[in-house]
């Protein structure tokens, strides 16, 4: 098969998910359900992903190719996270039923913060692939986002987009562990 194809195949088994999932709640959905709702076989499923939290976690990801990616190669830096957020807000059902699973794995822990890894990875590949301490960077800056991420999908994304991006832009520059004391506690 094409890597066309195999796309195609993975496409058609994540919205079969998605669909399922405007209407069950994702521990009743089973992979039998999800091939019986894309008319593919159990052995195509099992091709592509190993799981369905497997396939939630691609879901992410695909996401973040389709919609985010272009931005970092374009060199737009500074659109990168207004991206990410406003693809998720324009795929709001699916995410606030996401971080409502109720599984082992968790949506949060798994699922959110491997992709802004990813996310995290591929931008310090781009814009800074000489640097000795990339992995440990991007590692920082995606546990960061995840879990911004998280609790604006959970309070209902009421905050707009490009306010919830300016805001995580200028936390990242906020020293919280530095070198210098802090003159309170020189005088102790």
């Known amino acids: 098969m094409t890597k066309k194809a195999d796309v195609n195949i993975k496409n058609t088994i994540a919205d079969s998910l998605i669909e399922l999932m405007q209407k069950y709640d994702y521990t009743k959905i089973t992979v039998e359900k999800i091939v019986e709702n894309a008319c ?9 992903f190993e799981n369905k939290d497997e396939l939630l976690e691609w879901i992410f990801i695909r996401d973040i190719d389709a919609s985010v990616t272009p931005t970092i190669k374009y ?6 996270l207004l991206m990410l957020f406003s693809c998720v807000k324009a795929n709001r ?13 968790g949506f949060s822990s798994m699922v959110i913060a491997n992709g802004c890894n990813y996310l995290s990875s591929l931008m310090m590949d781009y814009y800074y692939p000489h640097n000795d301490k990339k992995e440990i960077t991007a590692y920082v800056q995606s546990a960061g986002l995840a879990a911004v991420l998280y609790k604006w999908i959970k309070q209902g994304m009421v905050i707009p987009v490009d306010e919830i991006t300016t805001d995580f832009c200028q936390s990242c520059e906020i020293p919280l562990f530095t070198a ?3 003159s309170n506690m020189e005088e102790n």
Request: zero cysteines; hydrophobic letters at 30%; aromatic letters at 16%.
């Open 93 to 105: 059902g699916f995410y606030e039923r996401a971080v409502n699973i109720k599984n082992g794995m």
């Open 40 to 48: 593919l076989s159990r052995s195509t499923f099992y091709n592509y």
């Open 75 to 80: 060199d737009l830096k500074n659109h990168v």
């Open 180 to 182: 210098r004391k802090n």
